[in-house]
T-cell receptor, first 111, second 112 residues
């Protein structure tokens, strides 16, 4: 597709379950970013992949969060043992140069 | 850490009015970008403007890197301009990549 896509668009899960969120970046974009946005808040950086370099994981809030990027393209953000405070919109972005292009986000609700 | 402050936090306009949104930085301005988040949550990149002035239709932006601020101008506002406007800057000095640090946003509401 022409833009960044994310799936699922909505995810409702029970506390303690694991979830996987997927991001398909724009083809050819070497950089991929994950952010999350809690209700009424700004965007919080989570993790950043750039080419074959080691990812910048400095924004991951706990060791329950992890992400991988396979083949320099698709990325999966995994949250283990979800907590209610994990409820947020998780946004993915990709870029080739300075401009970031964001996906529509995955709205995660932890009951 | 790096501070990105936006003002005003909220802005209510009548259709047709002009407005100026401001973004101040505590550190150097790298890879400065303005985004619009529409009421459906989609973030759209408006400007990539580490310095100077750019214009796109009714929108324009100016970044004065030496004074660590950027301005977004909206002229002849329309109801479709409503949403949240974010500015963001990169932590990576001199490069195009790096994580973006976002301001808290300006919530703009344009009434018909």
């Amino acid at each position: 597709g022409a833009g960044v896509s994310q799936s699922p668009s909505n995810k409702v899960t029970e506390k303690g379950k694991d979830v996987e969120l997927r991001c398909d970046p724009i083809s050819g974009h070497t950089a991929l970013y994950w952010y999350r946005q809690s209700l009424g808040q700004g965007l919080e950086f989570l993790i950043y992949f750039q080419g074959n370099s080691a990812p910048d994981k400095s924004g991951l809030p706990s060791d329950r969060f992890s992400a991988e990027r396979t083949g320099g393209s698709v990325s999966t953000l995994t949250i283990q043992r979800t907590q209610q405070e994990d409820s947020a919109v998780y946004l993915c972005a990709s870029s080739l140069g300075g401009v970031r292009f964001f996906g529509p986000g995955t709205r995660l609700t932890v009951l | 850490g790096i501070q990105v402050e936006q003002s005003p936090p909220d802005l209510i306009l009548q259709e047709g009015a002009n407005s100026t949104l401001r973004c101040n930085f505590s550190d150097s301005v790298n890879n400065l970008q303005w985004f619009h988040q529409n009421p459906w949550g989609q973030l759209i990149n408006l400007f990539y403007i580490p310095s100077g002035t750019k214009q796109n239709g009714r929108l324009s932006a100016t970044t004065v890197a030496t004074e660590r601020y950027s301005l977004l101008y909206i002229s002849s506002s329309q109801t479709t301009d409503s949403g949240v406007y974010f500015c963001a800057r990169s932590d990576a000095g001199g490069t195009s990549y790096g994580k973006l640090t976002f301001g808290q946003g300006t919530i703009l509401t344009v009434h018909p």
